[in-house]
């Protein structure tokens, strides 16, 4: 079975610092890994994936993730949040092979003047 | 090119009718993938078809139906609506069957009363 737990419902940052954003996963088998954004009435936007090539996946918006098999992890990274970063952002997992898709439950990224 | 496109915008039904959902997908991409998205939540898994077959099933009653055209557009049908329904239904499509990277719509607000 796959499962995908993002770690904080929430994420207070200042303009300027770094964000860190928090996923793991379960899965039984290879797994493809995404990161979506959704702005306030705005449809879901893919910021980046993991499809098993390299471990650091960049993606848009200066944001990476990291791959990382021993921790079950692919935390989402930003070295300077922009106050246009606010929004709900989604750690994605699919099975590769399979057609399920799972998404976390999300975090809401608050960025403060 | 025209991204994912979903009718109609907003919808409000009374508990009991039936209600169909439209999507195309991007010109080219054979798969559509149905999610519903209730507040505060993230997406749920509801279908994948490709090439007019289902190819997936999340975990939803059977009042839940799908169909994809010979054009890739795709219907989700919903009957016997109950007030749980109320949630946002999008739809995304992808290249191919093995293309795990998704591109969203924007959604259909669907309200039960």
């Known amino acids: 079975a796959q499962s995908v737990t993002q770690l904080d419902s929430h994420v207070s940052v200042s303009e300027g610092t770094p964000v860190l954003l928090r996923c793991n996963y379960s899965s039984s088998y290879s797994p493809s890994l995404f990161w979506y954004v959704q702005h306030p009435n705005k449809g879901l936007q893919l910021l980046l994936k993991y499809t098993s090539a390299a471990t650091l996946v960049k993606g848009i918006n200066g944001f990476e993730a990291e791959f990382k098999k021993s921790e079950t992890s692919f935390h989402l990274t930003k070295p300077s949040a922009h106050m246009s970063d606010a929004a709900e952002y989604f750690c994605v997992v699919i099975n590769t092979g399979g057609f399920k898709t799972i998404f976390g439950a999300g975090t809401r990224l608050f960025v403060k003047a | 090119d025209a991204g994912v496109t979903q009718s109609p915008t907003h919808l409000i039904k009374t508990r009991g009718q039936h209600v169909t959902l439209r999507c195309s997908p991007i010109s080219g991409h054979k798969s559509v993938s149905w999610y519903q998205q209730v507040l505060g939540q993230g997406p749920q898994f509801i279908f994948q078809?490709?090439?007019?077959?289902?190819?997936g099933r999340g975990n939803f009653p059977d009042r839940f139906s799908a169909r994809q055209f010979p054009n890739y557009s795709s219907e989700l049908n919903v009957n016997a609506l109950l007030l749980g329904d109320s949630a946002l239904y999008l739809c995304?499509?992808?290249?191919?069957?093995?293309?795990?990277?998704?591109?969203f719509g924007p959604g259909t607000r669907l309200t039960v009363t």
């Open positions: 078809y490709y090439e007019k077959e289902e190819r």
């Open positions: 995304a499509s992808s290249s191919g069957l093995t293309s795990y990277e998704q591109y």
